[in-house]
């Protein structure tokens, strides 16, 4: 059987049909490769964000707001034009965001061998973290460096807009998409790099060893509402952890997430996106504390289909307070892999008709991690081409950490919904950037 990747034939494959979208200002819905990319909209019950008013970005744009670029000073010029009035970004070639060298952001004064020396743990110890240090400090002037970096590698995204790439090379290097406190997002067909943290700071008290904590996710979902995320590839590009030094014992961890969907966030669907070789891949829901509890409670409603989770160390992703139904997703481990859902506070993941795909020495029962008390519902899911109950297996394998079944609620947002066991196949050559025309 010919196989099409959303209109486009790509080899004998099962299950890669044509998505269908509905084109803002036609009569009826086509397939994904007759029409411009950024006049697509979100299908009509496409996860969660289709609820509601659903999900048009800016393919109400008129012909002013319409802008190509290809430099990361044009991208930024282009979001701010205009404001919130309907716009449409096309991203030609791969833009280099992270500017031309660490050394362009460091302050006067800054010197990294005179921050090694001062905060050495055979100095300063470990039970303070560096939080009060003045700004003349080794500390203060990397905080100050670290300021100059953030204003830069960051974009602010305005509501009603529509970034997409163009082609099979558009994306970034090094940018953080910053979607906050907006509504109505369409982000498509981008290849992401992540940013690498010029500053990241030392705490010595972050566990027993301390740990180097880093800024800059390649996008972040903050109070936002009805944000598409779709066909982007998310990865540590030419700077995998690997190849990271180390200090104090420590790697230099110049990484945060990949895409972190926080602060009372609703409505988000990332869909047919390929996220790989990371450690921290998605956070929903950033903290268990009181304060956040009361932003978050009732929202961080996402979903995930027909997503590619390959390489990943954990959180993929880790979940608090959010409802968040994972279906049709495609889990492939590495040596390091550590679990793929996190199970956080109040949480209620659906996790159904996913394939995971695990090397020898992975156990089954690490695919789920609990880190709270919060019920979970996960059926029909596929292991290494086996059909397997991933509750009844972690608990199992994984001593002291029960988990329950049961979300509490039934996902009623989904389009099509593919078997488990042709996820692989249908996944693996259909996600990811470059794959719309």
Not at 175 to 180: D, G, K, R, Y
Request: a negative charge; glycine letters at 10%; aromatic letters at 8%.
């Amino acid at each position: 059987m010919r196989t099409k990747c959303h209109g486009r034939v790509i080899g004998t494959l099962v299950g890669c049909t044509a998505l269908v979208l509905t084109v803002t200002g036609t009569a009826s819905a086509q397939p994904a490769h007759r029409a411009g990319l950024g006049r697509q909209t979100l299908p009509a019950d496409d996860g969660w964000a289709a609820y509601g008013t659903g999900t048009t970005g800016g393919a109400g744009a008129d012909a002013a707001h319409v802008y190509t670029v290809t430099t990361w000073e044009q991208f930024k010029a282009a979001l701010a034009d205009g404001g919130s009035a309907p716009k449409i970004v096309r991203v030609k070639g791969t833009i280099d965001a992270d500017g031309p060298s660490c050394d362009t952001f460091a302050v006067p004064g800054y010197d990294f061998a005179t921050y090694l020396k001062t905060y050495d743990p055979a100095v300063w110890g470990r039970t303070r973290n560096l939080d009060g240090e003045p700004a003349d400090s080794p500390e203060g002037l990397r905080r100050a460096s670290a300021a100059h970096q953030d204003a830069y590698v960051k974009a602010a995204v305005p509501a009603n807009t529509t970034i997409v790439g163009i082609g099979k090379d558009a994306g970034f290097k090094g940018a953080s998409l910053q979607i906050t406190g907006v509504d109505n997002v369409i982000v498509r067909n981008l290849a992401f790099e992540s940013p690498l943290d010029c500053f990241p700071q030392w705490d010595p008290t972050d566990t027993a060893d301390g740990n180097w904590n880093s800024e800059y996710d390649s996008a972040v979902v903050y109070g936002s509402t009805h944000v598409w995320m779709d066909h982007n590839t998310f990865t540590d590009g030419d700077h995998p952890d690997s190849t990271l030094p180390h200090y104090y014992g420590r790697i230099f961890e110049q990484h945060d997430g990949e895409l972190d969907i926080v602060k009372g966030a609703d409505y988000v669907t990332a869909s047919w996106n390929v996220f790989e070789d990371h450690d921290k891949t998605i956070l929903i829901g950033n903290s268990d504390s009181a304060a956040t509890a009361a932003v978050d409670r009732g929202h961080l409603k996402v979903t995930f289909h027909h997503n590619l989770f390959s390489n990943l160390v954990e959180r993929a992703p880790r979940v608090r307070f959010g409802q968040v139904d994972s279906y049709n997703n495609h889990f492939v481990a590495g040596d390091d892999y550590g679990y793929s859902y996190g199970v956080g506070m109040e949480s209620a993941i659906v996790a159904e008709h996913n394939a995971f795909t695990l090397p020898d020495g992975v156990r089954t029962g690490s695919i789920l991690k609990k880190w709270k008390e919060a019920p979970l519902t996960a059926d029909d899911n596929y292991v290494n081409g086996r059909p397997t109950d991933l509750i009844a297996v972690h608990n199992a394998e994984v001593p002291g950490e029960t988990l329950r079944s049961g979300a509490g609620w039934t996902p009623v947002l989904r389009t099509r919904v593919d078997p488990a066991r042709a996820v692989p196949g249908l996944v693996d050559h259909c996600a990811g950037a470059g794959r719309l025309r």
